[in-house]
C-alpha cells in the first residue's frame, strides 16, 4: 500500500508541478453537456466486443468547464509491503508492480463541439501520450455519459459508459 500511495503523490506532486508552470488561459468558457462528475459502469472493446463493468474496475471522470481528469483503475490491486517484495521472485516482483501500474490516468484540456470531444494530454501515467489529441464522439443526459474513444492502432477503440455524481442542475462547484 505504501508504494500505492507513493506512486499517487507523485502523480499528484507531478500535476501540481505542472498546474505551477502552466501558462495561464482566458477563462470565459461555459459548462458543455458532459461538465461535472462521473463514475465508471462499463467498457466495451470495440474490435472483440469484450465488456468490463464495476466489477472488474472502479473510476472517475471529471469534467470542469475547460479541463477533464480520470483515472481509473482495475478492482482488487494490492499492495505489498518492502519484506514481502524482497521474498518475491523477480518475476513475482515485476507481476506485482504491473497489476499496480494498470491504471488510466491522464489530464488535460477539452473541447466540445457538437457530439465531438476533443481531449489534449497534459497529464498522463502513460508518457508517450503527453501532448496528444484524442478525439471521440460522446452522447450524455442528466444521468449518463458514453463516449467512444479510438484505440492506438487501427479498427481499435471502446466505448466507456459512465453515470453522473452530482446533481446535473445548475453550475456546481466542480464545474465553477
Not at 490491486?77 to 515485476?94: F, N, V
Not at 504491473?98 to 491522464?106: A, F, W
Amino acid at each position: 500500500m505504501r508504494l500505492l500511495n507513493t506512486l499517487v503523490t507523485g502523480i499528484v506532486m507531478g500535476a501540481g508541478a505542472w498546474w505551477a508552470t502552466a501558462t495561464p488561459i482566458r477563462v470565459e468558457a461555459a459548462a458543455t453537456a458532459i461538465s461535472g462528475a462521473w463514475g465508471f459502469v462499463s467498457e466495451t472493446d470495440l474490435k472483440t466486443a469484450a465488456v468490463r463493468g464495476q466489477k472488474e474496475l472502479s473510476g472517475i471522470w471529471i469534467f470542469t468547464d475547460r479541463f477533464h481528469c480520470v483515472a481509473r483503475m482495475p478492482n482488487g490491486r494490492s499492495g505489498a509491503s518492502a519484506e514481502r517484495l524482497a521474498a518475491m521472485s523477480p518475476a513475482g516482483q515485476a507481476a506485482h508492480y504491473k497489476q499496480l501500474l494498470e491504471y488510466v490516468s491522464n489530464a488535460g484540456p477539452y473541447t466540445v463541439s457538437g457530439s465531438t470531444v476533443r481531449r489534449t494530454w497534459q497529464i498522463s501515467i502513460d508518457s508517450a501520450m503527453l501532448g496528444r489529441e484524442s478525439i471521440g464522439t460522446f452522447s450524455a443526459d442528466r444521468e449518463q455519459l458514453t463516449v467512444t474513444l479510438p484505440g492506438r492502432q487501427a479498427g481499435t477503440g471502446s466505448r466507456v459508459v459512465y453515470r453522473r455524481l452530482e446533481p446535473p442542475a445548475g453550475r456546481t462547484p466542480v464545474t465553477g
